[in-house]
């Protein structure tokens, strides 16, 4: 079967720190990869998605980067965190089907 | 601009009974729906879906609606139990589920159920 991991769990960063999020999925190849993150109170935005390895695709310009250096592995990072960019962040993987599944997470504090 | 709107933000609900909940979305390209359950702290979880094609789900205690017409779908449980309280976000996909669209997934705001026992 197939899990999804995402680490750290938690992070508490000073502004202008940066920033590397990793997710790795097992049991599945070539998956679609997806960021997310979830403000304080708010849905779910979604940031970058690939649909390969290298291939990385920008949803909304921010402070963040997202790369994909292996087939199951997906990076989110930052050269300089910013205040805005706290908020709860969600790695996401699919096959040739509609849903998506999320890993468990990694909240973001930035002070 | 919100193509999915979850206008309740929250719901509260006396145990045993039914909680509905509602979505409503703009985009006329959206082909397939899904209802995802999320608890604090955690990542949310896949629970039901529908295709365009369809007008209802069942799946258990959970049934998803669709009405295209009014681009409105709903979610109900039944019956409501303590630990269906989470938020419940209502996404949307336009066809197909790969090839230009990548599968991304478009998400409402989300509601908050709070099943009271």
């Known amino acids: 079967s197939q899990t999804i991991h995402q680490w750290p769990a938690t992070l508490v960063q000073p502004v202008g720190s940066p920033l590397s999020l990793e997710c790795t999925v097992e049991g599945t190849s070539n998956p679609n990869l997806y960021w997310y993150r979830q403000a304080a109170g708010r849905g779910l935005q979604l940031l970058f998605y690939s649909v390969g390895i290298g291939q990385i695709s920008s949803e909304v310009p921010q402070n963040l980067s997202a790369s994909r250096p292996q087939d199951r592995q997906f990076i989110l990072s930052s050269k300089k965190l910013l205040l805005s960019d706290s908020g709860f962040y969600l790695c996401?993987?699919?096959?040739?089907?509609?849903?998506?599944?999320f890993g468990p997470g990694t909240r973001l504090t930035v002070t | 601009d919100q193509q999915v709107k979850q206008n309740s933000p929250s719901l509260s609900v006396q145990e045993g009974r039914i909680s509905i909940l509602n979505c409503d979305y703009t985009n006329s390209m959206f082909d397939y729906f899904l209802w995802y359950k999320k608890y604090p702290a955690e990542g949310p979880t896949f629970l039901i879906s529908?295709?365009?094609?369809?007008d209802k789900n069942e799946d258990g205690r959970f049934t998803v609606f669709l009405n295209k017409s009014a681009k409105h779908l709903s979610l109900h449980i039944v019956p409501s139990q303590p630990g269906d309280s989470a938020v419940y976000f209502c996404?949307?996909?336009?066809?197909?589920?790969?090839?230009?669209?990548?599968?991304?997934?478009?998400f409402g705001q989300g509601t908050i159920l709070t099943v009271h026992p």
């Open positions: 996401a993987w699919k096959d040739t089907s509609y849903e998506q599944y």
């Open positions: 529908i295709s365009s094609i369809k």
């Open positions: 996404a949307a996909s336009p066809t197909p589920a790969g090839g230009t669209s990548y599968g991304k997934l478009t």
